[in-house]
Nanobody, 125 residues
Framework: QVQLVESGGGLVQAGGSLRLSCVASGGTFSSYAMGWFRQAPGNEREFVAGITWGGGSTYYADSVEGRFTISRDNSKKTSYLQMNSLKPEDTAVYYC??????????????????WGQGTQVTVSS
């Protein structure tokens, strides 16, 4: 069983930056692909970014490509989401997730096995 805890959310002005962290416990972190998702009120949870077990492959939603960067540090059991040039439409609860399909950075949300509780990101205009 893997537990995931996100942190780093908050209120930021448009154009600003935030870095989210997701710390894992209870499992072998390097055995999992990691993903970040987000959910705005009234919307479905959507994919933001994914990374394979060793960090060798990443994938981004078109809406964040070039602005967000996903990374991981297996020695710290932590995944990161660096978010730059934030826009009001990035406002959402952000979730990290872990998948046993460690080899893929492109996974639908149903393929993720463990989820964090989420962290709120609010971007003001």
């Amino acid at each position: 069983q893997v537990q995931l805890v996100e942190s780093g959310g908050g209120l930021v002005q448009a154009g600003g930056s935030l870095r989210l962290s997701c710390v894992a416990s209870g499992g072998t972190f390097s055995s999992y692909a990691m993903g970040w998702f987000r959910q705005a009120p009234g919307n479905e949870r959507e994919f933001v970014a994914g990374i394979t077990w060793g960090g060798g492959s990443t994938y981004y939603a078109d809406s964040v490509e070039g602005r967000f960067t996903i990374s991981r540090d297996n020695s710290k059991k932590t995944s990161y989401l660096q978010m730059n040039s934030l826009k009001p439409e990035d406002t959402a609860v952000y979730y990290c997730a872990a998948s046993r399909k460690y080899y893929s950075a492109i996974l639908p949300k149903d393929e993720y096995d463990y989820w964090g509780q989420g962290t709120q990101v609010t971007v003001s205009s």
